[in-house]
């Protein structure tokens, strides 16, 4: 577990890591599994203290962003972020909707419908997995990637997400 090592450990470890990525440029998520063996967990963890370590930030970001009237599409991976973008539309009463693994491929496509068509629905909060390819989101008028972890960039096209209709997939 990375919260039991020392500073000079994780340094190490970090250092490591960032070597074994330098090597590994293009290849699949599974090659870069098997480089980094048993450090693979240790990385998993890194990404998801990294983005736990950005909520408030985050928080703080979207709450600035969204006193302005616009429609706003928020993606992050962890399940964990994800809760904390939610807390915080929840504490500013804004309408929603949520798309992460729970929710199955038909109530997907249920819920894009009402965030393309009730104006009241200010926000997306979308799992990079889970709403990153397929989706029609062309009501946004901005975008938020409140975490991107270097391996979504194997199964995820970035540049769709981003692209100014956003369109996913």
Same mark, same amino acid.
């Given at each position: 577990?990375?919260?039991?090592?020392?500073?000079?450990? %994780?340094?190490?470890?970090?250092?490591?890591? %960032?070597?074994? /990525?330098?090597?590994? =440029?293009? &290849?699949?998520?599974?090659?870069?599994?098997?480089?980094?063996? =048993?450090?693979?967990?240790?990385?998993l963890q890194c990404y998801k203290l990294t983005g736990l370590a950005k909520v408030s930030g985050i928080q703080n970001y979207i709450h600035?962003?969204?006193?302005? $009237? !616009?429609? !706003?599409?928020? /993606?992050?991976?962890?399940?964990?972020?994800?809760?904390?973008?939610?807390?915080?539309? @929840?504490? %500013? #009463? !804004?309408?929603?909707? @949520?798309?992460?693994?729970?929710?199955?491929?038909? #109530?997907?496509?249920?819920? *894009?419908?009402?965030?393309? &068509?009730?104006? $009241?629905? #200010? *926000?997306?909060?979308?799992?990079?997995?889970?709403?990153?390819?397929?989706?029609?989101?062309?009501?946004?008028?901005? *975008?938020?990637?409140? &975490? *991107? +972890?270097? /391996?979504?960039?194997?199964?995820? $096209?970035?540049?769709? !997400?981003?692209?100014?209709?956003?369109? +996913?997939?």
């Open positions: 577990c990375l919260t039991n090592k020392s500073s000079g450990e %994780m340094d190490n470890l970090v250092n490591d890591i %960032m070597n074994t /990525f330098w090597d590994t =440029e293009n &290849e699949t998520g599974n090659q870069l599994e098997e480089k980094l063996g =048993e450090r693979h967990s240790d990385v600035d962003l969204l006193q302005n $009237d !616009l429609k !706003l599409l928020i /993606f992050a991976h962890h399940i964990d972020v994800l809760d904390g973008i939610e807390q915080e539309i @929840r504490k %500013m #009463k !804004l309408q929603y909707i @949520r798309i992460d693994g729970t929710i199955s491929p038909n #109530k997907r496509y249920e819920q *894009v419908k009402l965030f393309q &068509e009730n104006e $009241d629905i #200010k *926000v997306a909060i979308l799992s990079l997995t889970a709403a990153g390819t397929g989706l029609n989101f062309t009501a946004a008028s901005n *975008v938020v990637f409140a &975490e *991107v +972890t270097s /391996f979504c960039f194997f199964f995820i $096209d970035i540049d769709a !997400l981003d692209s100014g209709n956003h369109v +996913t997939g």
